[in-house]
């Protein structure tokens, strides 16, 4: 198990390090990236991956820090992608990632037993839905977005409709059926670390999940999905009555 917070020890000449030699030694490996960043203005850096067989195990190796990496399972565009991203001003982080990914490739680091399971089922759960209704982003261990001034770690799910669905009735109605809490004014925030809202222009539905109900992400999924087809065929109905 990895430390809470990253060894102080790993710092030394981290002006040094960058990303970079870990970006090239990952695709050495034939690990597909597609994007990555490593001087971002906000200090958060990030490697985007495609699909490839050993995508699952690396992320779950990261995942075992989630004070320090934030995880993503995408499908969006009808494909899917994966990411890491980490705060890492400075480069101070750089050393301790590239210790983590070097020790991954050179198995120097095994999953435990079923560790990857928790990874692999939301991932699996994505693929299937990859030609559906709707498309989903999966954020693990991230951080509130800015205007819910609200501290600490959150799991995010990302639920856009791919047929012009309004999101807002989809939230309402996954609200109602669920009772997980829906936004309604800035002071909603306060008081939950689980709740649904829609985004402003009513395409994208979020959902914030606390640790305690992380294991969740797939039910939700597997009950959006059902949702969405009861949504279209109220929408039908209503195009069929004008």
Same mark, same amino acid.
């Given at each position: 198990?990895?430390?809470?917070?990253?060894?102080?020890?790993?710092?030394?000449?981290?002006?040094?390090?960058?990303?970079?030699?870990?970006?090239?030694?990952?695709?050495?490996?034939?690990?597909?990236?597609?994007?990555?960043?490593?001087?971002?203005?906000? %200090?958060?850096?990030?490697?985007?991956?495609?699909?490839?067989?050993?995508?699952?195990?690396?992320?779950?190796?990261?995942?075992?820090?989630?004070?320090?990496?934030?995880?993503?399972?995408?499908?969006?565009?009808?494909?899917?992608?994966?990411?890491?991203?980490?705060?890492?001003?400075?480069?101070?982080?750089?050393?301790?990632?590239?210790?983590?990914?070097?020790?991954?490739?050179?198995?120097?680091?095994?999953?435990?037993?079923?560790?990857?399971?928790?990874?692999?089922?939301?991932?699996?759960?994505?693929?299937?839905?990859?030609?559906?209704?709707?498309?989903?982003?999966?954020?693990?261990?991230?951080?509130?977005?800015?205007?819910?001034?609200?501290?600490?770690?959150?799991?995010?799910?990302?639920?856009?409709?791919?047929?012009?669905?309004?999101?807002?009735?989809?939230?309402?109605?996954?609200?109602?059926?669920?009772?997980?809490?829906?936004?309604?004014?800035? %002071?909603?925030?306060?008081?939950?670390?689980?709740?649904?809202?829609?985004?402003?222009?009513?395409?994208?539905?979020?959902?914030?999940?606390?640790?305690?109900?992380?294991?969740?992400?797939?039910?939700?999924?597997?009950?959006?999905?059902?949702?969405?087809?009861?949504?279209?065929?109220?929408?039908?109905?209503?195009?069929?009555?004008?």
């Amino acid at each position: 198990m990895f430390n809470e917070k990253y060894n102080k020890s790993l710092l030394k000449n981290k002006a040094d390090y960058s990303i970079l030699p870990v970006v090239r030694r990952l695709k050495e490996f034939k690990f597909p990236v597609i994007e990555y960043c490593n001087e971002a203005s906000d %200090n958060r850096d990030y490697i985007i991956f495609k699909e490839c067989d050993e995508i699952v195990d690396l992320l779950t190796v990261l995942n075992r820090d989630g004070d320090n990496f934030s995880i993503m399972i995408s499908n969006r565009n009808n494909e899917m992608n994966y990411g890491v991203f980490f705060d890492n001003k400075n480069s101070e982080m750089s050393e301790y990632f590239t210790k983590i990914v070097y020790g991954f490739l050179q198995e120097e680091i095994r999953l435990k037993g079923k560790e990857r399971d928790f990874l692999s089922r939301i991932n699996e759960r994505l693929k299937k839905s990859v030609n559906g209704d709707l498309s989903y982003s999966i954020n693990l261990n991230d951080e509130y977005f800015e205007y819910m001034n609200k501290t600490g770690k959150t799991n995010i799910i990302s639920i856009r409709s791919k047929s012009g669905i309004d999101m807002d009735d989809f939230a309402k109605f996954f609200a109602k059926s669920t009772n997980l809490k829906k936004i309604k004014n800035d %002071n909603d925030y306060i008081d939950s670390s689980n709740f649904i809202e829609s985004s402003i222009d009513r395409k994208t539905a979020i959902i914030n999940l606390d640790k305690s109900n992380v294991n969740k992400i797939v039910d939700v999924i597997d009950f959006s999905n059902d949702m969405v087809k009861s949504l279209n065929r109220v929408n039908q109905d209503k195009e069929f009555d004008k």
